[in-house]
C-alpha cells in the first residue's frame, strides 16, 4: 500500500518510509530505531540508538552466509521471524497445521501510517497466514512500543506454540552484560547482572501472574563501562499481567536479540479460519546516558504514556491502612477509632483491610463472598464511610476478588468456577483456589459483584489483592485443543473488568498488589493507579526493595508503608525516624497500629506527614538519581528526586549499619540548575561541621554535602530549595 513518506518533524514521533531503500525510520526523542526490506522480502532490523541526521544513508543488507551450518536466513536480524526456512535463531512466531506443517516464512507485504502509528503487514501467502506488526513511539523519551496481530487467513486452523510481542536487535558487539530483576515473597527486586555471552538467558513466569521471581523487564549495556551516569543502554519492559518469557540470545557473530511476549510453556493457542491473536505491547529503549537515565526516562514514560490518569497522575495521598492494628477483627467501633487517630495525624485515605466480609474471620473462610459482614458492621458500611468522610479523608477497601476460600458461599455454589482438571487434586494456596476469569459468567459475575459494592458504598479506593499462584490451570467447559487459551483469556478478562469498572466508576483508585510485588508491570500499571511493591515493610529491607523498583518502575506508583517496631518481618528494631524516612521516598502510607503509639510518637508522625506533604509532588513525579546503591546488602543508601522546574530536590541518606569510625560519604547532588542558588533544610539530621546553607546548584552537584550520619540505622532527609 505505497503511501507518501511522512516528514517528522524533531518534536514528534511520525514514522517515515524510504521507498528507494526500503527502509522505515521512527526518530523520537534522542533515538533513531529503523528497520528495512531486505533483498529476500524479509524485514529486518538496520539500526537502534542514538538519534542520526535527517538524511543518513540505511539499508537493509542481507546477513552472509557463513557455511551450509550457518545460513544467510539464520543470521539475518529478523524484526519478527516465523520459524521456517532455514532459521534457527529464536522466532517470535511459532504454528502448525493439523495437516503436520510447521513451516512459516513471513515476508513483506505493505504498510501503513496513521498519525504516529506504523502498522507492517507481514504475510506467508502459501499458508494464508498474516502478521500485523503494530509500532508506536513516545516523542519525549524514544521508547518505542511493539506488538504484533496474529490471524489465520487460511481456510483451516492452526495453532500457535508460541507468540513473542517482538524482537529487539542490538547492534554486535562482544562486551554486553545484561541486569534483570528477581525475587521472592518478602524479597523482591534484588538487581541482577551477568554477562551476555553465545547462548540464551531466560527471563520468564509460568505462575499464570507477572511473579516476583523475574519481572519483565531488562537492561542491556556494554561491558563494565555503564553506570548511573554514564553508558549506552537499552531497556525494556513487557505490558502483560500473565505467563511472559524474556529471551536474550547472544548468536555466533555477536549479535544480540531480546525476544518477549506470551510464555511458550504450556502454551497453545488455537485459530480457526478468521481468527486473530494480539500479542501485548513490549516497550523497549535507549540512551546514552547510563541505567540512571534509563531509568527516569522509564519513569517520564509511566506517568504520561502508561497512568490511566496520564499525562498528569493525580498525586498519592498520604494512607493508612488498619491491616497491622486488627488483621481479621474489624468491626465498627475498632475501625472508627483508627480513623480518628489517623485523620488527626493528616492522613487523607482510610483503608479497610482483609475481613470486613462474608463469614470472614481468618483466612481459611468468606473470601468470594463480597457482602458486608453484619456482625462486624451492624449497619453496613455507611456509617463507617460517613465517618471517615467526616473527618475529611477518603475510604477505601481491601478486596481479593479473583480468589474463592472453598469454605465460602460463592464455592459451594459454583465449585466449577475455579482453575482445575477434572477429577484431579485442586491445590490450595493459602487455602484458596482461582477464579478462572477465563469464562465468561465468571468475569461477569466479578464485575457486578465490584460493581455492586462500588454502586451501594462510596469508595473511592480498593487495594486489589492477589494471593497466590496458578494450580491445575485446566478449563474442562472448553474442547481440548481450545484450553490453553486460558492463559490469554484469563489476563485479557481482568484488564476487562479492571477497565469496565474504571469507565463506571471514574472516580476510584486502584491498587495492584499481590502478596506484595509479585504482579507489577506495565499491563496492569495502565489500568491500576498504584501498586504494592512488598509485603516486607522493614525500613532497612526496604531500602533495597525501593531501590530495584526504581530501576523499572517510577515513585509515582510506589506505595511504601511506616508499620510497627520491632518489625515483623525480621523482628528488627528502628526508629520512626528512620521508619518515616523510609517510606517517604514513595507513597507514604502508615500501616501500624495507632492505638499503641505514645503522644511522642503521634506529634512525630504529625511532624512527618506535614513535611511530606511540601515534598510529594517531587518524590512522587520529579527526576529520581540514586546516588548510593543499597543493593547486595551495602551499608548505605541514598536518593534525591529533583522537581520538574529544578526549584527543589529532596535527599534522603541512610546507614544501615556503622563500622570502623567511617564517614558517611560526601553525596554529590545531581540534576539541579548550576545556576540557581539553594538553601538547604533538614526535615531529620544534621550536616558536617563547615557546611554553608545557601549554596549554587554547582557548588551542591561539584563539591557536595556531608551528612553527620553514626551509628546503626540512622537517616538524614533534607530539602534543597530555590532562594528567590
Avoid at 32 to 59: F, H
Avoid at 147 to 176: M, R
Avoid at 485 to 495: E, G, I, M, Q, S
Wanted: glycine share 10%; hydrophobic share 40%.
Amino acid at each position: 500500500m505505497p503511501l507518501a513518506a511522512m516528514a517528522a518533524g524533531k518534536n514528534d514521533a511520525t514514522p517515515r518510509y524510504d521507498a528507494s531503500q526500503r527502509v522505515f525510520r521512527i526518530d523520537a526523542g534522542k533515538v533513531t530505531y529503523a528497520m528495512g526490506v531486505n533483498p529476500d522480502g524479509m524485514l529486518q532490523n538496520v539500526y537502534w540508538g542514538a538519534r542520526l541526521a535527517e538524511d543518513d544513508p540505511l539499508a537493509a543488507l542481507p546477513a552472509p552466509e557463513r557455511s551450509s551450518f550457518d545460513p544467510a536466513g539464520a543470521l539475518s536480524l529478523q524484526e519478527y521471524a516465523g520459524w521456517g526456512g532455514s532459521l534457527t535463531a529464536t522466532p517470535a512466531l511459532k504454528l502448525r497445521f493439523d495437516d503436520g506443517n510447521r513451516d512459516l516464512v513471513l515476508r513483506y507485504d505493505s504498510y501503513r501510517i496513521d498519525g504516529g502509528d506504523l502498522a507492517i503487514l507481514m504475510r506467508d501467502a502459501q499458508a494464508g497466514v498474516k502478521v500485523t506488526l503494530h509500532y508506536t513511539a513516545d516523542a519525549a523519551t524514544g521508547i518505542v512500543g511493539r506488538s504484533a496481530h496474529i490471524e489465520n487467513g487460511s481456510g483451516k486452523p492452526l495453532t500457535i506454540d508460541s507468540a513473542a510481542s517482538a524482537t529487539w536487535s542490538l547492534p554486535p558487539a562482544s562486551d554486553y552484560s545484561l541486569r534483570y530483576l528477581t525475587g521472592t515473597w518478602a524479597g523482591e527486586w534484588h538487581m541482577q547482572t551477568r554477562p551476555v555471552t553465545p547462548g540464551a538467558t531466560v527471563l520468564e513466569s509460568r505462575r499464570g501472574s507477572t511473579g516476583d521471581e523475574n519481572n519483565p523487564w531488562f537492561a542491556i549495556g556494554r561491558g563494565s563501562e555503564w553506570n548511573e551516569e554514564h553508558g549506552d543502554v537499552w531497556f525494556g519492559a513487557l505490558a502483560w499481567s500473565g505467563s511472559w518469557q524474556l529471551r536474550v540470545d547472544e548468536d555466533i557473530l555477536g549479535q544480540v536479540r531480546v525476544t518477549g511476549g506470551f510464555n511458550p510453556f504450556d502454551f497453545a493457542y488455537r485459530l480457526k479460519p478468521g481468527e486473530a491473536l494480539d500479542t501485548p505491547v513490549f516497550y523497549a529503549g535507549y540512551t546514552s546516558d547510563g541505567v540512571g537515565e534509563a531509568s527516569r526516562l522509564l519513569h517520564r514514560f509511566e506517568r504520561t504514556r502508561v497512568l490511566p490518569q496520564g499525562p498528569t497522575p493525580k498525586i498519592r495521598p498520604v494512607l493508612y491502612n488498619s491491616w497491622e492494628a486488627t488483621e481479621f477483627k474489624v468491626d465498627d467501633a475498632g475501625q472508627e477509632r483508627l480513623a480518628e487517630k489517623a485523620a488527626a495525624l493528616g492522613v487523607e485515605r482510610f483503608v479497610v483491610d482483609d475481613g470486613w466480609f462474608g463469614a470472614r474471620d481468618s483466612d481459611h473462610a468468606g473470601l468470594g463472598d463480597w457482602v458486608v459482614n453484619r456482625r462486624k458492621f451492624p449497619n453496613g458500611l455507611k456509617p463507617l464511610i460517613d465517618r471517615v468522610h467526616g473527618l475529611g479523608m477518603t475510604f477505601g477497601l481491601w478486596v481479593e476478588p479473583e480468589m474463592v476460600n472453598p469454605d465460602s458461599d460463592l464455592y459451594r455454589a459454583h465449585p466449577d468456577w475455579v482453575l482445575n482438571f477434572p477429577d484431579r487434586e485442586r491445590s490450595l494456596g493459602r487455602h484458596q483456589l482461582v477464579l478462572n476469569l477465563a469464562r465468561e459468567d465468571v468475569r461477569e459475575h466479578v464485575f457486578q459483584e465490584l460493581d455492586r459494592l462500588l454502586t451501594e458504598n462510596d469508595i473511592q479506593f480498593l487495594k486489589w489483592d492477589y494471593n497466590r499462584n496458578w494450580s491445575e490451570p485446566g478449563w474442562p467447559q472448553m474442547a481440548p485443543d481450545e484450553q490453553q487459551k486460558v492463559y490469554v483469556a484469563y489476563t485479557r478478562n481482568l484488564y476487562d473488568i479492571l477497565r469496565r469498572l474504571r469507565a463506571k466508576h471514574p472516580a476510584i483508585e486502584i491498587e495492584s498488589c499481590s502478596g506484595g510485588g509479585a504482579r507489577v508491570d506495565l499491563g496492569i500499571m495502565a489500568l491500576t493507579d498504584e501498586v504494592w511493591p512488598s509485603d516486607n515493610t522493614d525500613p532497612s529491607d526496604r531500602l533495597s526493595i525501593q531501590d530495584g523498583f526504581s530501576y523499572a518502575y517510577a515513585p509515582a506508583t510506589m506505595m511504601a508503608w511506616v508499620t510497627g517496631s520491632p518489625n515483623w518481618v525480621n523482628g528488627r528494631t528502628s526508629s520512626l525516624d528512620f521508619r518515616f524516612l523510609s517510606a517517604m521516598q514513595g507513597g507514604l502510607g502508615i500501616g501500624a497500629n495507632l492505638l499503641d503509639w505514645t503522644p511522642a510518637e503521634h506529634e512525630t508522625a504529625k511532624r512527618y506527614i506535614a513535611e511530606y506533604k511540601t515534598i510529594r509532588t517531587t518524590v512522587q513525579q520529579g527526576e529520581l538519581y540514586r546516588l548510593l546503591s543499597p543493593q547486595g546488602r551495602a551499608p548505605w543508601s541514598a536518593t534525591e528526586s529533583v522537581s520538574a522546574d529544578r526549584t527543589q530536590a529532596v535527599l534522603f541518606a541512610f546507614q544501615r549499619q556503622g563500622e570502623e569510625a567511617r564517614a558517611y560519604p560526601t553525596l554529590r547532588l545531581r540534576g539541579l540548575d548550576p545556576k540557581i542558588r539553594y538553601r538547604t533544610r533538614f526535615i531529620h539530621g544534621t550536616a558536617a561541621a563547615g557546611t554553608p546553607e545557601i549554596a549554587s546548584g554547582a557548588y551542591w552537584m561539584q563539591r557536595g554535602i556531608n551528612l553527620a550520619i553514626k551509628g546503626d540505622l540512622q537517616a538524614a532527609g533534607v530539602v534543597f530549595e530555590r532562594v528567590r
